[in-house]
């Protein structure tokens, strides 16, 4: 995908504030510090469009990025950060769960996970939580650079087992340091967004 624009549309605490343009939109989730700041960043080939969302007691808030006034990327704050408190983790919940089900312009989720573990059981929860909606998931296993050779595919087996995803269900191995699986992705959103 041939970046030409892409800016940060907004900050949004309340849905009041969600976009207004009907563009069709692509969800990012994953613990914070996956690595999905730099996959937003890598993606649209800017170098700090997306700031880390891990820092706690964080407004918990849905950052949408606008691309090639095409396609909305909507990034929802990291979850399973233990210094969020039970209150705060409730809330985001029902910030996401609000936006999964009410939000029509929602074309697919991307979930991320690091390459490096077994998902946890929070990553589980989330890709067992956005199948129920019946959204198109892409699974992204995050800093493959990191994990070498030898174990690469027992890993990406072992995250298809523990999300208990169906075979010809997708994952791709991504690295924002090399851009190993950016155009992947960029498939699969095209494709999934219908842009
Ligand atoms: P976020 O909290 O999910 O937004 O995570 P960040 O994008 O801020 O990344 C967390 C840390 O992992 C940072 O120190 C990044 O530099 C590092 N990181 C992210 N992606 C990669 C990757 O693909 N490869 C490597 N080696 N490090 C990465």
């Known amino acids: 995908m041939k970046i030409t624009d892409a800016q940060m549309l907004i900050s949004a605490v309340d849905e009041k504030q969600y976009p207004k343009d009907g563009l069709p939109e692509i969800v990012l989730s994953g613990r914070s ?10 993606l649209l080939q ?5 700031r880390t969302s891990s820092s706690p007691g ?31 983790r409730e809330q985001f919940g ?25 998902p946890s059981d929070d990553d589980e929860s989330m890709y067992h939580y956005v199948d129920y909606y019946d959204l198109p998931i892409l699974v992204v296993a995050t800093k493959i650079d990191k994990v070498t050779h030898n174990h690469r595919a027992g890993n990406l087996q072992r995250i ?6 169906p075979s010809d269900a997708p994952l791709i191995p991504f690295s924002a340091m090399t851009g190993e699986g950016r155009a992947e992705i960029w498939q699969w959103i ?4 219908q842009t």
Do not use: C, W
Request: glycine share 4%; no cysteine.
């Open 33 to 42: 510090n996956v690595g999905k700041s730099s996959l937003i960043n890598k």
């Open 46 to 50: 800017r170098k700090s469009l997306a």
């Open 58 to 88: 964080k407004t918990q808030t849905l950052n949408f990025y606008q691309v090639n006034h095409k396609l909305n990327l909507v990034d929802v704050p990291g979850y399973g950060y233990a210094k969020v408190s039970k209150k705060q």
């Open 94 to 118: 029902q910030i996401i769960e609000h936006y999964l089900t009410n939000r029509q312009e929602l074309m697919g989720a991307v979930i991320l996970v690091d390459s490096r573990h077994d």
């Open 160 to 165: 298809r087992k523990v999300l208990q995803m």
């Open 190 to 193: 095209s494709e999934t967004s």
